[in-house]
C-alpha cells in the first residue's frame, strides 16, 4: 500500500500594499518523518512533512500531519507559518491523503 498527498486552494496575500497568490501546485514537498510513535497497539503513529512556496517576500510553509493506524490512514491536522511582514487575506490550502495499492512507496 501507498500513498500520495494532493494539495489544494491558493493563498493570497500582501506585501507593501501589492497583492500576490500563491496557487497550491506551487508547494514542494519534503520527506516524511515519524512525529509521534504509538505507545499503545491501538495508538496511530503520526508522521510530519513541511510543504513549502519560496517567494521573493520570504517562504511559507506548511507542517502537515498524517496518522496511520489500525483503523486506517488520514491527514490529522496542518498548519501554516508566514514570513514576517506579509498580511494573508486568504488561505484556503488543503491537503488530501490518496491511498493507493501500488507497491511503490510515493509521496508529493
Known amino acids: 500500500m501507498s500513498f500520495y498527498v494532493t494539495t489544494s486552494g491558493h493563498l493570497t496575500y500582501k506585501y507593501a500594499g501589492e497583492e500576490y497568490t ?11 518523518e515519524v512525529s509521534a510513535s504509538p505507545q499503545f497497539k491501538e495508538d496511530d503513529t ?6 513549502t512556496a519560496g ?4 517562504t511559507f510553509a506548511w507542517t502537515v500531519t498524517m496518522s496511520v ?8 491536522d496542518w ?7 506579509v498580511e494573508v487575506e ?3 490550502i488543503s491537503f488530501d491523503l ?5 507497491d511503490e512507496f510515493d509521496y508529493e
Open 22 to 32: 500563491i496557487d497550491s501546485s506551487e508547494l514542494a514537498g519534503g520527506s516524511w
Open 46 to 51: 503520526e508522521y510530519s512533512s513541511r510543504y
Open 55 to 58: 517567494t521573493r517576500h520570504g
Open 69 to 76: 493506524g489500525v483503523s486506517g490512514s488520514s491527514i490529522s
Open 79 to 85: 498548519w501554516p507559518e508566514y514570513p514576517i511582514g
Open 90 to 92: 486568504e488561505d484556503s
Open 98 to 102: 490518496i491511498l493507493s495499492d501500488d
